[in-house]
Antibody, heavy 119, light 110 residues
Framework: QVQLQESGPGLVKPSETLSLTCSISGGSISAFYWYWIRQSAGKGLEWIGRFYGSGSAHYNPSLKSRVTISVDASKNQVSLRLTSVTAADTAVYYC?????????????WGQGTQVTVSS | QSALTQPASVSGSPGQSITISCTGTNSDVGAYNYVSWYQQHPDKAPKLMIYEVSNRPSGVPDRFSGSKSGNTASLTISGLQAEDDADYYCSSYTTISTMIFGGGTKLTVL
């Protein structure tokens, strides 16, 4: 049974870089699509981006200039890096895995981690 | 890319059926059969309920069904139960290889 656990600083200052890690247990990293998705308080879900184990990445056009998703197979981790953050980046951040092989559905989700952008 | 359009809220009584719509464009919902539906209870992570328009992951009750016509996808829940009270989100693959979510629908079981 795959388990995903997000971790990272809960508080980030404006203009700094947000870095989160998703630790995976119960499965290989390289054979799946990995997502980062966020949700602001009381708001809907926002897709941040997708990374495929072979190295292919796609990002939300509205965030593309600031976001990087990467994978460290040796550590079984997927990472998110978001630069130049503002209060609008305050949200619960989820990592998720797609087992369906298309890159269109998040099957397994982590519990999410709250990130607040504030000075 | 603009969010897919969902009704803000729907409601129904136990045992009834409800349908939630999800409207997109020719660049997302209408382009592929890659529409998914997620259920989210308060303070919980979303759960995949439907993928590829009408397929249910293992463990999802067959009370949940999905369909699509043109640029609009739909989630139908029949035989409503109290535990179905939650937020529901649709998502779609897009022609630029991204994903996009709907704004979410709050389902209230009366």
């Amino acid at each position: 049974q795959v388990q995903l656990q997000e971790s990272g600083p809960g508080l980030v200052k404006p203009s700094e870089t947000l870095s989160l890690t998703c630790s995976i247990s119960g499965g290989s990293i390289s054979a799946f699509y990995w997502y980062w998705i966020r949700q602001s308080a009381g708001k809907g879900l926002e897709w941040i981006g997708r990374f495929y184990g072979s190295g292919s990445a796609h990002y939300n056009p509205s965030l593309k200039s600031r976001v990087t998703i990467s994978v460290d197979a040796s550590k079984n981790q997927v990472s998110l890096r978001l630069t130049s953050v503002t209060a609008a980046d305050t949200a619960v951040y989820y990592c998720a895995r797609d087992d369906l092989g298309v890159g269109a559905s998040a099957v397994y989700w982590g519990q999410g981690t709250q990130v607040t952008v504030s000075s | 890319q603009s969010a897919l359009t969902q009704p803000a809220s729907v409601s129904g009584s136990p045992g009834q059926s409800i349908t939630i719509s999800c409207t997109g464009t020719n660049s997302d919902v209408g382009a592929y059969n890659y529409v998914s539906w997620y259920q989210q209870h308060p303070d919980k992570a979303p759960k995949l309920m439907i993928y590829e328009v009408s397929n249910r992951p293992s463990g999802v009750p067959d009370r949940f069904s999905g369909s699509k016509s043109g640029n609009t996808a739909s989630l139908t829940i029949s035989g409503l139960q109290a535990e179905d009270d939650a937020d529901y989100y649709c998502s779609s693959y897009t022609t630029i290889s991204t994903m996009i979510f709907g704004g979410g629908t709050k389902l209230t079981v009366l």
